[in-house]
């Protein structure tokens, strides 16, 4: 469920850098999405990852998940994301697991 997140925040933001294209996307909840540049698009995703990192902040008060999920979502590896953090390795791809199982428990019935 990250990879699919993590696949329209990539494109969101490369969006962003170039051209606007048209293409068909699948939404997270199933709807199809025609226009990535339209505006309700937009406002669609980003109020699905507010609410994804909602669910961590529900979980982990002190923000550590969010950080850790933001950089994720922007295409950082889990050895990048030890190395700005300063943790171990293993440590954050365990928290990383932690953020999947938490979206997953989210967005599935």
Known sequence: MINRVRSHYRSINAQKRTV???ES???IDGE???ELNS????S???DLIEFLLVKLDQEDSS???RQIALLYLNEHSASEIAK???KRKTNILHKVQLIRSLWE???LP
């Open 84 to 86: 700005i953090l300063y």
């Open 63 to 65: 923000g550590e998940l």
């Open 44 to 46: 669609q995703l980003d």
């Open 25 to 27: 996307i699948d939404c």
């Open 20 to 22: 606007q294209q048209q």
């Open 39 to 42: 505006h309700e698009a937009q």
């Open 32 to 34: 199809l999405l025609t």
């Open 105 to 107: 428990e989210s967005l």
